[in-house]
């Protein structure tokens, strides 16, 4: 089988290494530039089932602020995104609300959990 | 309740801030505060939703706010005041801290050791001279995020962004995500400013277009943004001719740099570094002026917050050190005080351990002259610690008297001594 070249930045870490893999198909037979071994996992997974954490907010209601911060437990499957945002875009929470709540059990059938990022004391408690 | 005298003060409650106090405390400092500027404790992590945060502290990938979470409940635990809403308006060499606040009014405290994290503000249009008219529509990236994440409205529907500074290439997928339309980030350099890692997730992931060596030529629009025309630069940072583009918008993002905001530190007398626009500091983050410490964005601009929070707990370790130690050596110190017919004595404090050493000699002018024999007199209070002689006085003429070894134990019991010259 003919062997493939092609670059990747990782964005696992804030190091960001740029990354020279050759492939087999969908198997990394060679990569440079990488500073630990979470580059092939990177790869490996941009090629066969491409995630990403989701951040993004949801509506409160009686809460010092009128949003919650909200995010993807794990990395969720990149094609999903915009479904999962407009799925989270129909939540209402009610204040008090705690960091690490569940908003969202098993988004769109992912397994994956919603969960807020922050406490949103009840407006007037003390927080 | 507050108190009136702290171990130490810090000014900023973000990542910094909420480190060192939380350190300080943790060393041994027995009063600790924390005054800010906002509602809440936690700084600009609450407005950063984004994850990325905590991979060297907390081996785990969070979100801003969730970081913070773990401080301000940590902070919670340890008895440390917190003075929310407030703004600190004046600090001095002295360690004198002038606040204000809506609740407890105007304040006028007193530190040991002073932290300084008032992190940094974002540079704006003014600042880099953006020609054009000045329509609504031109934000800082930051003021955009506090609106689009806390506040809950949008700024805009079509974006330019300007500046590849991880603020604005973050903002570029938030917007996307809220259904905004990014139309292009422009970066003056000709490299990428912020993290390759933002470039990938938040600009190529949503095929939002970068250009480097491009800036804004100028802004269109009278009530609000229109358009804005873009140019290339040649390696002289000059536009070169005929490269304009008019990108149609609605709001114009700026992502152009952060500056250390310090105001307070100009107050105190700390040296800045023209370079990085933050205080001078040590190895233990001490400033040019004993006993006031800076950390975080306010010494230079950081790309992680994870460094933010280590400085902040080096900063708090050795402020609460310089703090136990002044307070230790404060009982050993006596202030010299002038009485009756002395205008002053110096030195003006006495270590009461150098009476272990040496004698000890004061010298002082008298307030009118006395023709005749008099005695020079060191007090406490009405306890004599030491006398002398002296056949006249004279304004014009220096006075001195020596504290001997023998007044050792009476000087131990003293708070404070007073010399006076009085006649036989």
Known sequence: MAHEHRKFICITCPRGCALDVTLEGEIVVQMEGNSCKRGIDYVTGELKDPRRMVTTTVRVRGGVHPLAPVYTESPIPKPRIFDLLAVIRKVELKAPVKVGDVVIENALGTGINILASRNIPAKGEVS | ?424
């Open chain 2, 1 to 424: 309740m507050l108190k009136e005298k702290y171990d130490v003060i810090v000014i900023g409650a973000g990542p910094a801030g909420l480190a060192a106090a939380i350190e300080a405390k943790k060393t041994g400092a027995q009063d600790v505060l924390v005054i800010e500027r906002a509602q809440e404790l936690g700084g600009i992590l609450q407005q950063c939703i984004h994850n990325g945060f905590g991979l060297q502290i907390f081996k785990k990938d969070m979100p801003g706010p969730a970081y913070a979470q773990r401080f301000i409940d940590e902070l919670a635990g340890l008895h440390i005041d917190t003075l929310l809403d407030a703004m600190a308006l004046n600090v001095t060499s002295e360690r004198h801290v002038y606040a204000t606040s809506r609740t407890s009014g105007f304040l006028e405290l007193d530190t040991r050791a002073l932290v300084l994290a008032m992190g940094c503000r974002e540079r704006t249009r003014a600042q880099i001279a953006l020609p054009g008219t000045r329509p609504a529509g031109v934000y800082t990236a930051g003021t955009a995020q506090r609106f689009v994440n806390i506040e809950g409205f949008m700024p805009g529907k079509r974006f330019v962004i300007l500046g590849s500074g991880d603020i604005g290439m973050i903002m570029a997928r938030r917007l996307t995500f809220e259904g905004a339309k990014v139309e292009r980030v422009l970066e003056i350099m000709p490299f990428l400013t912020g993290l390759t890692r933002n470039y990938v997730q938040c600009l190529l992931d949503y095929d939002i277009p970068l250009q480097l060596e491009h800036t804004v030529k100028r802004i269109i629009g009278n009530n609000r943004v229109e358009a804005i025309e873009s140019v290339q630069i040649d390696s002289q940072r000059q536009p070169i001719p005929g490269t304009e583009e008019t990108i149609p918008c609605d709001t114009l993002l700026l992502s152009v740099g952060l500056i250390p905001e310090n105001e307070l530190s100009r107050k105190a007398g700390v040296a800045l570094d023209p370079v990085t626009a933050g205080p001078f500091v040590d190895e233990k983050m001490q400033t040019s002026v004993p006993g006031i410490f800076a950390a975080g964005n306010v010494v230079h601009v950081y790309d992680l917050v994870d460094w933010v929070t280590q400085a902040g707990l080096l900063c708090g370790r050795n402020a609460a050190e310089y703090a136990i130690a002044a307070r230790k050596h404060h009982g050993r110190r006596v202030r010299m005080k002038a009485g009756d017919n002395v205008r002053y004595v110096v030195p003006h404090v006495l270590d009461k351990e150098s009476l272990a050493e040496s004698a000890q000699r004061l010298q002082m002018r008298v307030t009118l002259p006395i023709e005749e024999p008099v005695w020079v007199e060191v007090m406490n209070g009405e306890e004599r610690v030491t006398r002398k002689t002296e056949l006249y006085v004279r304004p014009g003429e220096m006075v001195n008297i020596d504290i001997p070894q023998s007044a050792y134990d009476a000087v131990q019991r003293a708070s404070e001594l007073s010399v006076r010259v009085v006649r036989r």
